[in-house]
């Protein structure tokens, strides 16, 4: 009778040693019982949850079940549990999820899920995940909102069987908002950085930069403003916000955008900023007393102070958020976000790489647009000149000819686009051409870079007329050739003539 009575035990030890299973003849013949007793013990042992089967065929194979006790599950992890019975009604929950929650064990235990109406595991989302639980353990992601934001859990579902046998449903929260977070903002930086080089001249990079403080501070307000080197001011690009535009155009009797406000004021007395300070992201409490400067004050008095109230009581703004749009001790512009009381900046560290992103751009862009304009006035500069002149790249290529040029030659830039062409064209003899082509050589390496090297040839011009050239060769820097021509055909001429008439005095 004993030996039947420990007989439970003994199969559970025998068990122990075979993970991968045992089947009950196995059992029996290792224990020297019956096979109908280690039967009738199996089943009694599988109700209570302390053995599992699998089925191979026709053959049952018994193991250990991986159990972990409630208790130390409960009392020893961080993450929010619920267990729930098969009718979904909460059996158990621990105090990390009494606390989140903000509820007490009597008001939950006994309740559904769905009598409950608990944040995050009522909703539609999670219990669509516990109504197709089956047998495997399933995992989902879970976004809750609230008004204080979105946040995000990891619910995993694991099917559970209690010691009378009674199948159930063990719930395991973790959130993970401020993983969703660092993923999400990574990808936002990863698609904004592309974006920028990609974006075009004619886009709008103001507008595209104030979308892109409002994808990362949904519900808020945002400026920018670009900076006038020239005027030292700072004016309004670009605003974003629901009804925002609409409502400031109300409000200061104008459109916002295009608004000239002297914040150049900040550099001077007494504010005392430089682009180095409005680097980084700097918050102004406005409301319901200012911190420091007022909203009046941050406009430096250029919008009447009844306004600024009137701005922060209709848009209900507690601070504003400013950041300069600064690159190498530059300043391209100013951003602002404004927030609601309450309200805190979640994502503080990925607006500031955003903005230190459209702040390289903007630097890109201003730095195109002045190699821009100096090109235009170079060539403006260069072809009001009487002086033929041209411009070839280090390659070989010409890059500009002035209008002089072609009045004096008649070739275009069509005609000689590289330097081949031109020696092609303009001595057509080849043995005048290698001799022109080696001088050319030979000054150039003997006069070095930043010097000029003048030389004259005899030039066949596009009409078959042939002119006396001296040339004028400078190279730069860069490799990049400037020449100057001038015709000296006339001063040849009259220079022949003189010689003519000096040797012919001398016979007389």
């Known amino acids: 009778m004993q030996e039947e009575h420990d007989l439970p035990n003994r199969i559970l030890r025998a068990l122990r040693f075979r993970p991968k299973g045992m089947t009950i003849t196995e059992v029996a ?24 089967i699998r089925n191979i065929g026709n053959a049952k194979l018994f193991s250990l079940a991986q159990r972990v006790p409630i208790s130390a599950f409960l009392c020893f992890t961080k993450n929010l549990i619920l267990i729930l019975d098969a009718d979904q009604r909460i059996v158990q929950v621990n105090d990390q999820c009494l606390k989140h929650l903000r509820q007490s064990k009597d008001d939950l235990l006994g309740r559904t899920i769905r009598e409950a109406a608990l944040p995050v595991v009522s909703t539609p989302e999670a219990l669509a995940v516990i109504d197709e639980l089956e047998r495997e353990q399933v995992i989902a992601d879970i976004r809750y909102a609230r008004e204080d934001g979105e946040f995000f859990y990891q619910m995993q579902a694991i099917p559970t069987t209690f010691e009378d046998g ?59 403003f670009s900076y006038d080197e020239a005027d030292r001011q700072f004016v309004i ?168 040029f072609i009045d004096l030659f008649g070739y275009t830039l069509a005609d000689i686009p590289t330097g081949k062409d031109w020696f092609r064209l303009a001595f057509p003899d080849p043995v005048r051409r290698r001799k022109a082509i080696a001088a050319w050589q030979a000054d150039r390496e003997e006069a070095g870079p930043c010097h000029s090297r003048p030389r004259t040839f005899s030039v066949r011009c596009k009409d078959g007329k042939e002119k006396t050239i001296r040339f004028s060769p400078v190279e730069l820097s860069d490799g990049t050739q400037y020449i100057t021509y001038e015709d000296v055909t006339e001063e040849r001429r009259v220079y022949g003539m003189l010689v003519g008439e000096i040797a012919g005095l001398r016979r007389k």
């Open 29 to 52: 013949k290792q224990l020297g019982v019956t096979r109908n007793s280690v039967s009738k013990h199996l089943e009694i042992l599988q109700i209570a949850g302390k053995v599992d």
């Open 166 to 224: 009674e199948k159930g449903c063990t719930l395991v929260l973790e959130e993970i908002t401020e993983r969703k977070r660092y993923v999400r903002n990574m990808e936002f930086l990863a698609r904004t950085a592309m974006e920028l080089v990609d974006l075009q001249p004619v886009e709008d990079i103001y507008r595209y930069v104030v979308d892109g403080l409002m994808e990362l501070v949904p519900g808020a307000y945002a400026y920018i």
């Open 237 to 404: 690009r670009a605003v974003a916000g629901e009804g925002f535009r609409e409502e400031l155009t109300e409000l200061l009797g104008r459109d916002p955008v295009g608004l000239e406000l002297p914040i150049a004021r900040a550099f001077d007395a007494p504010y005392h900023q430089t682009p180095l300070s409005l680097r980084g992201l700097q918050e102004f409490v406005l409301r319901p007393e200012p911190s420091s400067l007022s909203f009046y004050g941050l406009c430096f008095e250029a919008i009447p102070e009844e306004v600024c109230e009137a701005i922060l009581s209709r848009f209900d703004i507690a601070k504003i958020c400013i950041m300069g749009l600064v690159w190498r001790e530059e300043i391209f512009g100013l951003t602002g976000i404004f927030l609601p009381p309450g309200r805190e900046l979640e994502n503080r560290e990925t607006i500031e790489s955003f903005v230190r992103q459209a702040s390289i751009a903007l630097a890109r862009r201003e730095t195109a647009e002045r190699l821009r304009r100096s090109e235009s006035r170079f060539r403006d500069l260069v072809d009001s000149s009487p002086v033929a002149a041209a411009v070839i790249e280090s390659d070989g290529r010409y890059a500009y000819l002035n209008r002089a």
